[in-house]
């Protein structure tokens, strides 16, 4: 057969292709008739399933960019960030998924082929012959045939291709720092008409803590004396104020000096961050002989006396510290809020 010659049928043209390559097409059916009805009224269908997953991905992007998301304790549009988030993209790949289903289980011919294996290179007019195939086969998928089919795939595709890049598409558009949210915390002083009101180191129930309450070696995590102050509001202010034995208060107040935070201790007192620089667990299984802080996690470890320095595990900086005094009623208090962002590295860290 004279593959070139232009009177044979594509199909024809197809099946000696794949008779080169030991193929056998043993049964080929188109599902629907080129032209007719039902096919028009499949492209429809896959169409609107490509437009809906392009309209989802979008109302991703909107919400992931614009949407209010910040921790509210009832109430507000901010409770329905992460559904929102999740119900588009979750639409957004469905339809897609399906659009692709469609398009394949009733637009595709139903066929069967059987290959038997062969050995050696393919000869040069096997090559030619396979390539016209496989042009042919693309054909199949009838986006040239059916230009609606391309459009509305191509329209589904991007906004989901850029919802892959959400963060970075986000980032371009809007400064996610814009209001320093990642470096402020429940301890960051309140600034009422100019008069700064430094923020009290408070228990779980609320009662501030006074130096005399903490035994040597002794721990307790502390919470910003501010109204929702312990709540998830202020997860990232979670701290543990440590009372140091007098010869280890030596040591971490000079290391303290040397890292150029001064007065940042109080007496045998200091304060560190308590959520783990590594992946944000609670670092507070204190070792009182050691004078280290693990984390339960990843068994990370921070030596409190040397600026909590991470001396084992995945974490690879600090934990931030708070610089603490007592106010003139003998209570705790934070002199002033963290100097470090709180928790895992994020890659704008200055
Ligand atoms: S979260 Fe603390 S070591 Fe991983």
New binding site residues.
């Given amino acids: 057969m004279d593959v070139n010659d232009p009177r044979l049928a594509r199909f024809e043209v197809v099946r000696e292709g794949a008779r080169r390559d030991d193929i056998e097409i043993v049964h080929y059916e188109p599902q629907v008739a080129a032209g007719s009805k039902a096919e028009r009224r499949v492209v429809r269908t896959v169409t609107a399933f490509f437009l809906v997953a392009g309209l989802s991905a979008t109302a991703f992007l909107v919400v992931y960019i614009w949407w209010p998301w910040r921790y509210r304790l009832v109430g507000g549009i901010e409770e329905y960030y992460t559904p929102l988030l999740g119900l588009t993209l979750g639409i957004a790949l469905l339809t897609l998924g399906f659009g692709v289903l469609v398009w394949g289980k009733r637009l595709l011919p139903k066929e069967v082929s059987i290959q038997d294996r062969h050995e050696g290179p393919v000869p040069a007019d096997d090559r030619h012959i396979t390539g016209q195939t496989m042009m042919y086969m693309a054909d199949e998928l009838g986006v040239k045939r059916r230009p609606l089919l391309g459009v509305s795939l191509l329209a589904g595709l991007l906004p989901v291709g850029a919802v892959v890049a959400a963060p970075l598409v986000g980032g371009l558009i809007k400064d996610p720092h814009d209001d320093r949210e990642l470096f402020r915390t429940g301890f960051a002083p309140a600034d009422d008409d100019g008069a700064v009101t430094r923020i009290r180191l408070v228990r779980e129930d609320r009662r501030p803590v006074r130096p005399l309450e903490l035994l040597p070696g002794a721990q307790v995590t502390v919470f910003p004396g501010i109204p929702h102050g312990v709540s998830n509001q202020y997860a990232d202010s979670v701290t543990l104020l440590i009372r140091l034995r007098a010869e280890d208060a030596l040591a971490a107040r000079e290391n303290n000096r040397r890292a150029g935070k001064q007065d940042w201790m109080w007496g045998d007192f200091i304060a560190y961050s308590k959520i783990?620089?590594?992946?944000?667990?609670p670092?507070s299984l204190y070792e009182q002989q050691t004078n280290r802080l693990l984390?339960?996690?990843?068994?990370?470890q921070f030596l409190i006396t040397d600026n909590a320095r991470p001396v084992f595990?995945?974490?690879s900086r600090p934990l931030p510290q708070l610089p603490i005094e007592v106010d003139d009623e003998g209570f705790f208090v934070a002199s002033s809020d963290y100097r470090q962002p709180i928790g895992?590295d994020f890659w704008e860290r200055p």
């Avoid at 783990?276 to 667990?281: E, K, L, Q, R, S």
């Avoid at 984390?295 to 990370?300: A, E, I, K, L, V």
Wanted: aromatic share 0%.
């Fill in positions: 783990c620089t590594h992946a944000g667990c670092a984390c339960p996690c990843h068994q990370s595990g995945p974490a895992p």
